[in-house]
């Protein structure tokens, strides 16, 4: 079960097979059903924002263990264009896609743990963490 | 443990248990857990825990015997203090000290008995912390999740009409435990309007406002709606100062009120019989 | 795949009953406002009690399909929205205000008749 399972994005179809990775993993730990949708949705989230801005990438995921507590962590990677400006897009309600630009602060409320890691022209990582209640 | 602290033990057992039970009986004065004890129980107990001790020392076993362990779980459940039975071990060891310093041991062998005897009785404390501490654990998780259920209650009034009184300060863990509970059994009682009774909420600040509208927006989102009643003048006085706008959602200033206006919006209400 | 829509009278029930990708979803965007052309439904009834995730792409094809089918003339009340997919949404910052909601089917069909007579 440590072992880490990926899911590669390349079409929009590759965006549900992400979220249903994640659906079923949450689940398998025993997270309660409002976090498996808080899981779920920000797998989706993260795929989606590859799909679109960087055409390929991959999300992973794997179960994880701290001292005293574990969950599950997701790590969504491209070799996309990268971010510019990661201050300006994890503001609320900015977007470059015309979506509702709840992106990346929206990923960061579902989850506990958020980090990004990005370089222009070489690609963009994003690694989030949900602990079990 | 080396034969000679045995013997020693053995052959002195009465002086020790005498020495240990006249210090001891002093121990139940001052001790406010123990005021309605009788002092024949706690004699008795006395004389349990040290006949149980001293088999427990004499036989030399490597674990806490089981009916020591048996002693002291009986001792912390019916509510003595935990420093009975430190203070028993300890007073054990240091007459048993004395003891040993009666005997003409030289100074290296006199060493050696006393940090044997020592080592045994630390394995004691050892279990004993142990096994309080899991217990007080245990008592305190129960009692969080306790404190949770009861933060959050739904109460439904009427048909459709459901009440959920918040009490005492709002952190993030709470407003995220009084969602998905307001959600949860907005769904179950079919409540299509939810009222959230704040008179108990001593301070309303930015957070605990924020809180408050998503869990409404929340409740909007499942298709029921959502009145905020209890909003005292203080209260109302800080949300305008605060700048927080609560214009989306209907507000009333109390409970009694916000009822009327529920029925209202579920097309009754109540009538005096003439 | 793509998501069947019932006529009653003069409104349309759609309950989503599947895992809904991109594609999907935008097929039943256009879908719904052809049968609400073909039809002229005034109201129509979104239930959403078997769907457990709705992230943004999801919640602004949703909250699209509302705006256009009101310009059409058709009002939508979408029902059975669960706990989890709400709190998320909430989560993402998406309040779907000018959405219509209603607990279930029922209450939603009532919820039209009610608007609908005024």
Known sequence: MAAQTCVDVRNEWDIVSARQLGRDLSKELGFSSVDQARITTAISELARNIYLYAGKGKVCIEPVKDVNRSGLQIIASDTGPGIQDIRKVMQDGFTTSGGLGAGLPGVKRLMDEFSINSSVDIGTEILITKWLR | ?274 | MRIPILKLHEYLLISIQMELDDMTALQFQEDLLNKIHDTGARGVVIDLTSVDMVDSFIAKVLGDVVKMSNLMGAKVVMTGIQPPVAITLIDLGIVMRDVPTALDLEQGLDKLQQELEV
């Open chain 2, 1 to 274: 443990m080396n034969s000679t602290a045995f013997q020693v033990i053995k052959h002195n057992r009465l002086s020790i248990i005498e020495r240990w039970q006249e210090e001891m009986s002093n121990f139940q004065e001052g001790e406010r857990e123990l005021t309605h004890v009788t002092r024949e129980v706690f004699l008795n107990a006395n004389t349990e825990f040290i006949d149980k001790l001293m088999a427990q020392v004499t036989n030399d076993h490597e674990t806490i015997s089981p009916e020591l362990k048996d002693f002291f779980e009986r001792t912390i459940q019916i509510g003595w203090p935990l420093n009975y039975i430190t203070q028993g071990l300890q007073t054990f060891l240091r007459v048993t000290l004395q003891v040993i310093m009666d005997q003409d041991f030289d100074k290296e062998e006199a060493f050696k008995i006393y940090d044997l005897l020592d080592r045994s009785i630390d394995g004691l404390f050892n279990e004993i912390v142990q096994y309080t501490t899991h217990t007080w654990k245990n008592t305190i998780s129960v009692q969080k999740m306790a404190l949770l259920e009861l933060s959050a209650p739904l109460i439904p009034v009427f048909e459709h009409i459901t009440v959920m009184p918040l009490i005492g300060t709002i952190d993030t863990e709470r407003a995220k435990w009084i969602m998905e509970n307001l959600l949860e059994g907005a769904i179950k009682h079919r409540s299509q309007v939810v009222l959230i009774d704040i008179t108990g909420v001593p301070i309303v600040d930015t957070m605990v406002a924020h809180h408050i509208i998503q869990a409404a927006e929340a409740v909007r989102l499942i298709g029921a709606k959502c009145i905020l009643v209890g909003i005292r003048p203080e209260i109302a006085q800080t949300i305008v100062n605060l700048g927080i706008d609560l214009s989306e959602f209907p507000t009333r200033s109390n409970l009694l009120k916000g009822i009327e206006a529920a029925l209202e919006l579920t097309n009754k209400k109540i009538e005096t019989l003439s």
